[in-house]
């Protein structure tokens, strides 16, 4: 069974600090993903890697950067939290990002920026 | 650009009666498509997938959907509620590389 931990578990931020949400897998896949969901509106891709030391934009990159040292960890930085980013966030994994592949999820990290 | 729509933000259904819950879905090409389901505090876990083929997809814990391409549509079915199955639903589209567009969701809740 495919393995996706993240950290923390929920978080509290104030507005304008700096913020990382890590994410681990152990299912030597390729493609890591963070996604965020908001109520009303499902789950929006932030950023996604593909290979270690390289990140892509996703949908909804604005505010948010991500790095992928190694093939295992991925995380997502907010450098000025704003109100707005108070959400769950998800990381999930994948082996080899084709069409088909079943995408693995972490718990999640609830977010929240006052 | 390719969409998801799931129309029903709550479903109420009986334990033991039938179920669905419906995704219509935008994709210029060939779709794939996924059906995830939320439980509460957890991650997001695959039910089934649809890839060209069968347009009859059988699932985990007795869930199917079946694809349209007439009425862009991926509804999802069970012929039998449980109250475990009491979570979120979503639908989703593979946008490319493996990137999913996901629809709004879907709340189960099932009645005693």
């Known amino acids: 069974e495919a393995a996706v931990t993240q950290s923390p578990r929920s978080k509290v931020a104030v507005t304008g600090g700096k913020v990382t949400l890590s994410c681990h897998q152990t299912?030597?896949?390729?493609?890591m993903y963070w996604y965020r969901q908001d109520t009303g509106h499902g789950l929006r891709l932030i950023h996604y890697?593909?290979?270690?030391?390289?990140?892509e934009k996703g949908d909804i990159p604005d505010g948010y950067k991500a790095s992928r040292p190694s093939q295992e960890n991925f995380s997502l930085i907010l450098e000025l939290a704003s109100l707005s980013q108070t959400a769950v966030y998800f990381c999930?994994?994948?082996?080899?990002?084709?069409?088909?592949?079943?995408?693995?999820f972490g718990s999640g990290t609830r977010l929240t920026v006052l | 650009a390719q969409s998801v729509t799931q129309p029903d933000a709550r479903v109420t259904v009986s334990e033991g009666a039938s179920l669905q819950l419906r995704c219509k879905y935008s994709?210029?090409?060939?779709?794939?498509l996924f059906w995830y389901v939320q439980y509460p505090r957890q991650g997001l876990q695959l039910l089934l997938k649809?890839?060209?083929?069968?347009?009859v997809v059988q699932g985990v814990n007795g869930f199917e959907a079946e694809f349209s391409k007439s009425n862009s549509s991926f509804h999802l079915r069970k012929a039998s509620v449980h109250w475990s199955d009491w979570a979120v639903y979503f639908c989703?589209?593979?946008?490319?590389?493996?990137?999913?567009?996901f629809g709004k969701g879907t709340v189960l809740l099932v009645s005693p």
């Open positions: 299912n030597n896949h390729d493609y």
């Open positions: 989703a589209v593979n946008s490319g590389y493996n990137k999913l567009t």
């Open positions: 890697s593909y290979v270690a030391d390289s990140t």
């Open positions: 649809y890839y060209p083929g069968d347009p």
């Open positions: 994709y210029f090409g060939t779709p794939y």
């Open positions: 999930a994994s994948s082996e080899h990002g084709e069409s088909a592949e079943t995408l693995y």
